[in-house]
């Protein structure tokens, strides 16, 4: 790894997706952080245009920057869809910066967007891992757990409700005096799956469970 002065506000360190840089020290909103430097190519020169890695960064129609090298620091930088840094493109001095967006507190890692092109490309195959689009994946995961939940609650007191409906048919065939308690169970039945909908999984378990229960109860009590 390049060796990096202790005067600078940034170190390498491990990332979620590999290496990154790291602020060090406190890093002000619109302070330049770091050039992003390498050899110029020229798009009218045939062995220049012939080269291609990760790291070309393109200023115009006609020079790129080849950040490919070992001393530029900054490609260690990831990239981030909602980036603390950003790239600040010189054409006329052919020159990159990385300039911060935000204040960059010391352990905050330092990112910039590499742009719609590079995303592309190289990070919507594979999946961008940055902090926002991580976070949009989690939730998803979340949302998609819960609405596995609702049809699951909901397939148990269909079952909960149709094993009840049965032992109300049979209680009704074998004792009339019993018909009645019957259907205010049954009423009560309708009820607690709207509760059980708003409640926990647990909440439904057992409201279904004690619905079949005091099914099974009745069924039994109606044998003479
Ligand atoms: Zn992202």
Redesign the pocket.
């Known amino acids: 790894m390049p060796a990096i002065s202790s005067r600078k506000p940034y170190r390498i360190g491990r990332s979620r997706t590999g290496l990154g840089l790291f602020a060090t020290k406190p890093i002000k909103k619109g302070d330049e952080i770091i050039e992003y430097f390498g050899p110029l190519l020229d798009s009218r020169n045939e062995k220049h245009d012939e080269i291609e890695n990760k790291y070309l960064f393109e200023l115009n129609g006609r020079w790129t920057i080849d950040g490919s090298v070992r001393r530029n620091i900054a490609r260690y930088i990831n990239?981030?869809?909602r980036p603390n840094a950003e790239s600040d493109v010189q054409p006329r001095n052919r020159k990159v910066f990385i300039r911060a967006i935000k204040n960059i507190q010391p352990g905050e890692e330092i990112n910039y967007d590499y742009g719609t092109e590079y995303f592309k490309e190289f990070?919507k195959p594979i999946g961008?891992k940055?902090d926002?689009?991580e976070k949009k994946r989690k939730i998803a995961r979340a949302e998609e757990r819960a609405a596995k939940k609702v049809a699951k609650k909901r397939a148990e007191t269909r079952a909960a409700k149709k094993a009840m409906n049965g032992a109300a048919a049979a209680g009704k065939a074998k004792a009339n005096g019993k018909t009645a308690h019957m259907n205010g169970s049954a009423h009560l039945n309708g009820k607690s799956k709207t509760a059980a909908k708003r409640k926990t999984s647990t909440a439904a378990k057992s409201s279904a469970a004690s619905v079949s229960k005091r099914a099974a109860k009745a069924g039994s009590s109606a044998r003479p």
């Open positions: 990239h981030a869809c990070l961008c940055c926002s689009c």
